[in-house]
């Protein structure tokens, strides 16, 4: 059993810049992969970024690439998104995922097995 909960979320400006973390409950933190998503109002949840248990792995969508950076500490048991040059249709609950069953870059939601509430980033233009 994981437990995960985000932080980090806020109110910032187009172009700006924001950390969201994400820290989980228990010994075994390392043996997850991990992953962001994100939900806007109205819209479904997406998959933002993934990255292995290790941390060697990196992965994201194609709407963030090259602007944000997944990664992780694991003896701190905690997953950053550092997200970078913030644009209005970044807004929405972000959310960390962990899987726990050792799948190939997952980014699907069904794929993920525990999941955090999530924090609101806000992107004034």
């Known amino acids: 059993q994981v437990q995960l909960v985000e932080s980090g979320g806020g109110l910032v400006q187009a172009g700006g810049s924001l950390r969201v973390s994400c820290r989980a409950s228990?010994?075994?933190?390392?043996?997850?992969?991990m992953g962001w998503f994100r939900q806007a109002p109205g819209k479904e949840r997406e998959f933002v970024a993934g990255?292995?248990?290790?941390?060697?792995?990196?992965y994201y969508a194609d709407s963030v690439k090259g602007r944000f950076t997944i990664s992780r500490d694991n003896a701190k048991n905690t997953v950053y998104l550092q997200m970078n040059s913030l644009k209005p249709e970044d807004t929405a609950v972000y959310s960390c995922?962990?899987?726990?069953?050792?799948?190939?870059?997952?980014?699907?939601?069904?794929?993920?097995?525990?999941w955090g509430q999530g924090t609101q980033v806000t992107v004034s233009s």
């Open positions: 995922a962990a899987d726990g069953a050792f799948k190939i870059r997952p980014t699907r939601v069904y794929e993920y097995d525990y």
């Open positions: 228990g010994r075994t933190f390392s043996r997850y992969a």
């Open positions: 990255i292995s248990w290790s941390g060697e792995s990196t």
